[in-house]
């Protein structure tokens, strides 16, 4: 498995999920948190998030492209802490959130926390 290839199109991938979150967060949300996403008070939190990814995503993209081991190492390490959260606080809002919604995202957020934590390692020289 090319990790360093999964995390890149994953770091795109959190560029453009966190674009969309910020300008649409009550379609982009639902994956997190069901319909509640279109709740205003949802969509200032979504927002939030979106800003989150969108920048640790261009961090990790921008570092890479300068050739930043170091800060792209730190950059996908934030990536898989913030992952490794949204895991964790999917889960535990148990059925306030819907079952569908709590697979679908608990998946997406613990692949995702993975290959970051991977890469980050590899960056580090600890393959």
């Not at 535990?92 to 919604?101: E, I, K, Q, S, Y």
Request: charge should be positive.
């Amino acid at each position: 498995m090319d990790v360093a290839r999964i995390a890149k199109a994953q770091a795109v991938n959190r560029v453009v999920v966190g674009a969309g979150l910020m300008a649409l967060p009550g379609v982009f949300g639902r994956n997190w948190i069901g319909p509640a996403a279109k709740d205003q008070r949802a969509k200032v939190l979504a927002r939030s998030l979106g800003a989150r990814d969108l920048l640790t995503g261009v961090a990790g993209l921008l570092a890479l492209s300068e050739g930043d081991r170091e800060w792209a190492r730190w950059a996908f390490a934030a990536q898989a802490w913030a992952d490794a959260v949204d895991f964790v606080t999917i889960l535990a809002a148990g059925r306030d959130v819907p079952l569908g919604t709590r697979l679908m995202g608990g998946s997406l957020a613990a692949g995702s926390a993975a290959v970051a934590a991977a890469y980050a390692r590899e960056l580090a020289g600890h393959d």
